[in-house]
């Protein structure tokens, strides 16, 4: 199973193990959803191959 890692404004940032049928919107609730200092105009996804 592939891992994420997500980082920065999420109220549990990690490395969280992810399913092929997730979306980015359910690994970002599973780590909790923005803080509330978080900007939420910009993301940065970073994928590594």
Same mark, same amino acid.
């Given at each position: &199973?592939?891992?994420? !890692? /997500?980082? =920065? $404004? +999420?109220?549990?940032? #990690?490395?969280?193990?992810? !399913?092929? *049928? &997730?979306? %980015?919107? *359910? %690994? %970002?609730? /599973?780590?909790? #959803?923005?803080? *509330? $200092?978080?900007?939420? =105009? +910009?993301?940065? /996804?970073?994928?590594?191959?």
């Amino acid at each position: &199973m592939p891992v994420v !890692s /997500i980082q =920065g $404004e +999420v109220r549990r940032p #990690g490395t969280y193990k992810r !399913s092929y *049928d &997730m979306t %980015l919107l *359910d %690994l %970002l609730r /599973i780590a909790g #959803g923005p803080t *509330d $200092e978080a900007y939420q =105009g +910009v993301n940065t /996804i970073v994928r590594r191959v």
